[in-house]
Nanobody
């Protein structure tokens, strides 16, 4: 089992920045990638960004150029630097850790409890 703890959410104004953190603990062996999803009120959860153990990144078009994901593998921690925040970024942000394609392990996703980000105009 992998336990994910997020921090760093809050209420900010449009144009401000926030940094989210997510630390994984427990049986973290063979985690292939980590990332962030978000879910706005009344909408489905959507992928924001991911980073692999090799540092390869993916960003949703809506956040490219504004958000940056990074990782400290030694600390099993990923960070999401969010700049130039917009009201449409308002959502609950969930950390995800995935174990895919690891010999001897089933594919599985782990989720944090979420941290709220609210961007006012």
């Amino acid at each position: 089992q992998v336990h994910l703890v997020e921090s760093g959410g809050g209420l900010v104004q449009a144009g401000d920045s926030l940094r989210l953190s997510c630390t994984a603990s427990g049986h973290t062996i063979c985690i292939s990638h980590m990332g962030w999803f978000r879910q706005a009120p009344g909408k489905e959860r959507e992928l924001v960004t991911t980073i692999t153990k090799n540092g390869e990144t993916y960003y949703a078009d809506s956040v490219k150029g504004r958000f940056t994901i990074s990782a400290d593998n030694a600390k099993n921690t990923v960070y999401l630097q969010m700049n130039n925040l917009k009201p449409e970024d308002t959502a609950d942000y969930y950390c995800n850790a995935a174990r895919y394609g690891c010999a001897g392990f089933a594919d599985v996703d782990y989720w944090g409890d979420g941290t709220q980000v609210t961007v006012s105009t």
